[in-house]
Nanobody, 124 residues
């Protein structure tokens, strides 16, 4: 059974940093893109960043571009999200996701697997 497990969330002050991790297990993820989405209180789920299977292609939402960096370790089946210069508006539940086509993963239309989510709270 496919499983994505997020870790690394928590409470941080504005301007601080956090690194999220997501480890995939339960099935082969070869050629799968992976990414991060988030859902703030009272809002819909939005795409944050995605990365291709070998890490050569990435995409970011405009709201996090220049502050967040996505990376992955294929050997460990793990994807990371380094979040710097955090703002209170980054407060959300962050979800890991995986899908076979990068562009469709980024738009949210091609997500095959979701993690359960992890809370990130940025205080002002």
């Amino acid at each position: 059974q496919a499983q994505l497990v997020e870790s690394g969330g928590g409470l941080v002050q504005a301007g601080g940093s956090l690194r999220l991790s997501c480890t995939a297990s339960g099935r082969p993820y070869e050629n799968f893109a992976m990414g991060w989405f988030r859902q703030a209180p009272g809002k819909g789920r939005e795409s944050v960043a995605v990365i291709s299977w070998m890490g050569g292609t990435t995409a970011y939402s405009d709201s996090v571009k220049g502050r967040f960096t996505i990376s992955r370790d294929v050997a460990k089946n793990t994807v990371y999200l380094q979040m710097n210069s955090l703002k209170p508006e980054d407060t959300a539940v962050y979800y890991c996701a995986a899908g076979p086509i990068l562009d469709r993963l980024f738009t949210g239309s091609g997500v095959n697997y979701w993690g359960k989510g992890i809370l990130v709270t940025v205080s002002s």
